[in-house]
């Protein structure tokens, strides 16, 4: 049995993957494929390699879909596209066993029904939080030490600005967009038309 490795990008595989990910990898040719295990492979005329789940195996072919993805994959893969099978994921010295077959099949499902519910719940939250976020900031409800104050400093010849709410970084100015990029809840607490 051939094993070899690869990195992993793109969130398709969240949580399942991360980008951050190494992904340990056995050869196609040295293990029969099932429905629910995670494929390496190529499609016909891309130039790069995916990582997807296996959906169904068949005759026919091979049907693949991430875990973070709403519907299958629009091609249909045949034993030559697959290079491997995905058998573990490193993240940094800590080696994780990633599911296939029937338990990988429960865990894809298990993905999807809670960013199902993530995006139920999370969706009128966001809407909710925006709309509390663009009204006067609640900064009055912290204590002194803990109300916003923004850090100038120097790096690299530019001068820097960080937002603090006690010792926390929560937010970051970008001179290039000219706005503040601040941290959820903290944006609650920050008036950003006073910052300056």
């Not at 094993?3 to 793109?10: E, Q, S, V, W, Y």
């Not at 960013?115 to 719940?121: I, W």
């Not at 969706?123 to 609640?138: D, F, H, N």
Request: charged residues 30%; hydrophobic residues 40%; glycine residues 10%.
């Amino acid at each position: 049995m051939k094993t070899f490795f690869c990195a992993h990008t793109g969130r398709s595989m969240n949580p399942t993957l991360d980008e951050t990910d190494l992904l340990e990898v056995v050869s196609a040719g040295d293990i029969p494929l099932v429905p629910g295990d995670i494929l390496l492979f190529r499609p016909k005329g891309w130039n790069e390699h995916v990582v997807h789940r296996a959906a169904s195996v068949s005759d026919g072919g091979i049907r693949t879909r991430g875990d973070n993805c709403d519907g299958r994959d629009p091609w249909t893969l045949h034993a030559e596209d697959v290079t491997g099978r995905v058998v573990a994921a490193w993240r940094g010295r800590r080696r994780r066993a990633v599911a296939g077959g029937w338990r990988g099949l429960l865990t894809a499902a298990q993905a999807r029904a809670r960013r199902a519910l993530r995006h139920a719940f999370l969706v009128p939250l966001r809407a909710l939080y925006l709309a509390c976020s663009r009204g006067t900031p609640a900064a009055f409800l912290l204590p002194a030490r803990l109300r916003p104050k923004v850090v100038r400093f120097k790096a690299l010849g530019e001068v820097r600005e960080r937002l603090l709410i006690g010792r926390r970084v929560v937010g970051l100015y970008s001179e290039e967009r000219g706005e503040w990029h601040i941290r959820r809840p903290w944006r609650l607490f920050v008036d950003c038309d006073r910052l300056s």
